[in-house]
């Protein structure tokens, strides 16, 4: 389950684990006047233990070497804020490993999402090139993803003896090939999904990040529909036995004969 703003649950993008989420609000504090923002070293934590001058020095190391982690915490000493909210930017809470994540409006800003779009196999490596770039940016920019994974499925019509440039006429001559009706009916829904609008460097402003992600698993199921699985086939059919194979052959050589014979 993708993370996504306000779910209730989801694959934490932290430890993996599919986990209760609760959410912050976040609101503006500002530093006094000659406060800054800093994150620490390790020098600067080396010389706070050695001075003897700060009365429990280990809350003061712990709060540094917290900052030093770069991770999300809340520092329980300070409970003062000032009641102007920050709009569009959200905090998560994993309920499981207690990590944070931070979203600007519905953007997954921190951590970078755990990429789970693993292409099949079988893809073809140019193919597989698009789609890869694609899992890379799907969270910065989730409709340069889509034009990515369209631009991937027209070179996959290459590979299968199309002539990849106008997507729906491919559609159409690989239904006429026999392309399983549920491959077909994958394909309707890219063509749907992008009102047939893109083609390679042309972007559809509409795509979203839900249009994204469907057309990732799309890419996946054509490619082990028309590639994967006859080869699978083909692997199983060439393991039989010679004897086998020969008695196959002669079989179907028979059936094709009597097919062709007008008097059967």
Excluded at 202 to 231: E, G
Aim: glycine residues 4%; aromatic residues 6%; hydrophobic residues 40%.
């Amino acid at each position: 389950m993708r993370p996504a703003l306000g779910e209730k649950s989801f694959s934490c993008p932290h430890c993996g684990a599919i986990s209760h989420q609760t959410w912050y609000k976040t609101f503006t504090h500002p530093y006094k006047t000659d406060d800054r923002p800093f994150i620490p070293t390790a020098a600067h934590i080396d010389e706070i233990k050695s001075d003897r001058r700060i009365v429990a020095p280990f809350k003061v190391v712990e709060w540094l070497e917290r900052k030093l982690s770069k991770k999300l915490f809340v520092n329980l000493e300070t409970n003062g804020y000032s009641e102007t909210e920050l709009c569009n930017l959200s905090v998560s809470e994993c309920y499981s490993c207690h990590a944070f994540a931070v979203w600007v409006a519905d953007n997954l800003l921190y951590p970078q999402a755990i990429q789970v779009m693993v292409p099949n196999e079988d893809m073809p490596a140019d193919v597989r090139a698009d789609f890869v770039e694609a899992a890379s940016i799907l969270e910065q920019s989730p409709r340069g993803a889509a034009a990515l994974l369209r631009l991937s499925l027209q070179k996959l019509t290459v590979h299968l003896g199309l002539k990849g440039k106008k997507l729906d006429e491919d559609i159409g001559a690989l239904f006429k090939l026999g392309l399983d009706a549920r491959v077909h009916q994958a394909l309707d829904v890219v063509r749907v999904l992008g009102n047939e609008a893109v083609h390679p460097g042309r972007i559809d402003l509409r795509d979203d990040k839900a249009t994204a992600s469907k057309l990732f698993d799309i890419v996946n199921v054509i490619v082990d529909a028309t590639i994967s699985q006859p080869k699978h086939i083909d692997a199983l059919y060439k393991s039989l036995p010679d004897g086998a194979l020969n008695a196959i052959k002669r079989r179907d050589g028979t059936n094709q004969n009597e097919s062709n014979d007008p008097a059967s």
